[in-house]
């Protein structure tokens, strides 16, 4: 898998899917079932919105075969 960041990722912080995006080449329905499967980070819910921490996505990016 290829990953290529145009636009920089925040240092810390909480982040929405519509920016994950733009950094992990996947569909959003990917990324809920590797959610589940523990493959990716799990989020942090808030109410009706999902975010997930800057931290856990550059882990990710940087080990996405974990």
Do not use: H
């Not at 929405?16 to 493959?39: D, H, M």
């Amino acid at each position: 898998m290829r990953i290529e960041t145009t636009v920089k990722l925040p240092d810390t912080g909480l982040i929405r899917l519509n920016q994950i995006l733009e950094f992990v080449p996947l569909c959003r329905a990917t990324i809920y079932n590797w959610v589940k499967s523990g493959r990716f980070p799990k989020p942090i819910k808030n109410g009706r919105c999902t975010f997930w921490r800057v931290e856990d996505i550059r882990a990710f990016i940087e080990n996405p075969c974990k």
